[in-house]
């Protein structure tokens, strides 16, 4: 079983739509890293939380120590959503471990 | 600033040969990652340094690849001798602190090993 792990690995929405994407861990962590890759390859960190929520735009992080789960959501998705989204936990060890990541398809 | 600068982003080369990747990080960043990103695996922390010291090489490979930091701002990923289990998309990522701070990545080499 891994460390890190992610679902749904992949998804398909119609613009419009309210997304979800889970991360689970096993591992005591000191902070979790939600990144985007566009299709092109390019990579962007989205979020860093240690704790609670975040919000930037239409993204919005949520993290539950206690249950060692984190949730992305995407409200009123775009198609310039479309992208692949890792998870990427700091363990206690200060050793970073990904997930699988979720492939999004926002489709017009 | 420009970001996170790497060269080349399109290396191919042929088996056994030595593989310089270079990057350069965001000016006041302290922190330097070396990524591998491949089908099979996905994305690999492969080392990271703090302030030009290597704090966890522990997902390096193997002794074929080394990496340095000559100053503050520069970093080298070395593979020798390179082998077609190589051919990946090698990124690099800055931030000011390793596991505090939002990581900016550059835009990747992609290797061929042929």
């Known amino acids: 079983k891994n460390e890190v792990e992610q679902s749904p690995q992949n998804l398909t929405a119609q613009e419009g739509e309210f997304i979800t994407i889970n991360c689970s861990y096993s591992?005591?962590?000191?902070?979790l890293h939600w990144l985007q890759q566009h299709p092109g390859g390019g990579i962007v960190s989205l979020f860093m939380l240690s704790s609670g929520k975040k919000k930037h735009g239409r993204l919005i992080a949520t993290i539950n120590i206690q249950e060692k789960h984190s949730s992305l959501h995407i409200t009123a998705s775009h198609p310039r959503d479309s992208a692949v989204y890792i998870c990427a936990v700091w363990t206690s060890g200060s050793r970073l471990t990904f997930g699988e990541g979720t492939q999004l398809t926002v489709n017009p | 600033d420009a970001g996170v600068i790497q060269s080349p982003r399109h290396e191919v080369t042929e088996m056994g040969q030595e593989v310089t990747l270079r990057c350069k990080l965001i000016s006041g960043h302290n922190s330097l990652f070396w990524y591998r990103q491949t089908m099979m695996r996905g994305l690999e922390l492969l080392i990271y340094f703090n302030n030009n010291v290597p704090i966890d090489d522990s997902g390096m490979p193997e002794d074929r690849f080394s990496a340095k930091m000559p100053n503050a701002s520069f970093s080298t990923l070395k593979i020798q001798p390179s082998e077609p289990r190589d051919s990946a998309v090698y990124f690099c990522?800055?931030?000011?602190?390793?596991?505090?701070?939002?990581?900016?990545f550059g835009p990747g080499t992609r290797l061929t090993v042929l």
């Open positions: 591992v005591g962590i000191s902070a």
């Open positions: 990522a800055s931030s000011f602190r390793p596991s505090t701070d939002t990581q900016y």
